[in-house]
């Protein structure tokens, strides 16, 4: 097989068909076993971030940044 065989995808869009017409392309919704753990673990992962910076350690916010005064505490 030559190079221009293997090349030949090149030569058309992938997203127009043969007519001229476009051929519409639809993500499909991820499936699998892992699929509903990781969303219950980003659910955790934002609201950790979005709760620490009022949760208080020593006087000090759980999570800080301030970076005019140079001042971060990050799970003190």
């Given amino acids: 097989m030559s190079t221009q065989d293997q090349e030949h995808f090149r030569d058309s869009i992938g997203t127009i068909n043969e007519e001229g017409k476009r051929n519409f392309i639809y993500p499909k919704k991820p499936k699998g076993r892992f699929t509903k753990y990781r969303s219950y673990v980003s659910w955790i ?27 971060y505490h990050i799970f003190v």
Avoid: T
């Fill in 45 to 71: 992962l934002l609201s950790i971030l979005v709760i620490s910076p009022f949760l208080k350690v020593d006087g000090n916010q759980f999570l800080l940044f301030n970076v005019m005064e140079g001042k």
